[in-house]
């Protein structure tokens, strides 16, 4: 039997849904892991401006400190790697068939939601619920 790309599979996804869905979240850990990269640099001019040693960081009225830099640095990178994390666990429901549905209730997430946050694994009930 062939499928129409409208016809809707096990999760409540219609097929061309869930290929949105999966070319947004694989773009999305593309710019993650540009991001993760450029953080990196980013972290690698902090670490060589605090071993060099002449820069007087902590009295530059100027601008922020050295260890400013590094804490927010860091938690972007943080925030990125934790995206990053996400993102494979929604491509790893999409394999196992899973992907769309609330893993609290099961029930289908659905697609505006997903569409507005792809890593989501629960429904808006169940996120009300659990935030509430």
């Known amino acids: 039997m062939m499928l129409r790309e409208d016809m809707v599979d096990d999760e409540g996804l219609a097929h061309d849904e869930l290929a949105e869905l999966t070319a947004l979240l694989h773009d999305r850990r593309a710019h993650d892991v540009a991001e993760a990269e450029r953080l990196a640099e980013s972290l690698g001019v902090v670490l060589s401006a605090r071993a060099d040693g002449s820069a007087d960081d902590e009295h530059d009225p100027e601008g922020p400190t050295m260890s400013f830099e590094w804490t927010r640095i860091q ?52 996120a009300l619920t659990v935030d509430g």
């Not at 925030?79 to 491509?91: E, F, M, W």
């Not at 790893?92 to 609290?104: F, N």
């Open 75 to 126: 938690a972007l990178r943080g925030d990125t790697a934790g995206d990053i994390v996400a993102v494979d666990a929604a491509l790893a429901r999409i394999a196992e068939g899973t992907y769309g549905l609330c893993m609290r209730c099961a029930r289908p997430i659905g697609v505006e939601r997903l569409r507005a946050r792809p890593t989501a694994e629960l429904c808006i009930a169940c």
